[in-house]
């Protein structure tokens, strides 16, 4: 079993930053690939990013790239979303997860594990 809380959500200009993170419970955190994925109002929930459970491979969905970073603290099972040059259309609720998939990470059905969220607003 691993628990997931996200935390760092908040309101933000647009061009502005947020780090996000998500501690995890259990011990066996380091097993797991984690993502970030993000659901805006009346949309399905999508990938945002993933790490390999060593944090040697990273994944991006196309919109954040270059923009987004994702890295991971296994001595602290904690996963952390960097968002720089934030932009409006970023606005949702960000959610960490984890998945025992060694691949496919952009896929939602392959998370284990979803924590409760933490909304990220930015303002034009």
């Known amino acids: 079993q691993v628990q997931l809380v996200e935390s760092g959500g908040g309101l933000v200009q647009a061009g502005g930053s947020l780090r996000l993170s998500c501690a995890a419970s259990?011990?066996?955190?380091?097993?797991?690939?984690m993502g970030w994925f993000r659901q805006a109002p009346g949309k399905e929930r999508d990938f945002v990013a993933a790490?390999?459970?060593?944090?040697?491979?990273?994944s991006y969905a196309d919109s954040v790239k270059g923009r987004f970073t994702i890295s991971r603290d296994n001595a602290k099972n904690t996963v952390y979303l960097q968002m720089n040059s934030l932009k409006p259309e970023d606005t949702a609720v960000y959610y960490c997860?984890?998945?025992?998939?060694?691949?496919?990470?952009?896929?939602?059905?392959?998370?284990?594990?979803w924590g409760q969220g933490t909304q990220v607003t930015v303002s034009s």
């Open positions: 790490i390999s459970w060593g944090g040697g491979t990273t």
């Open positions: 997860a984890a998945t025992g998939y060694r691949s496919n990470w952009s896929l939602a059905g392959r998370y284990d594990y």
């Open positions: 259990g011990r066996t955190f380091s097993r797991y690939a």
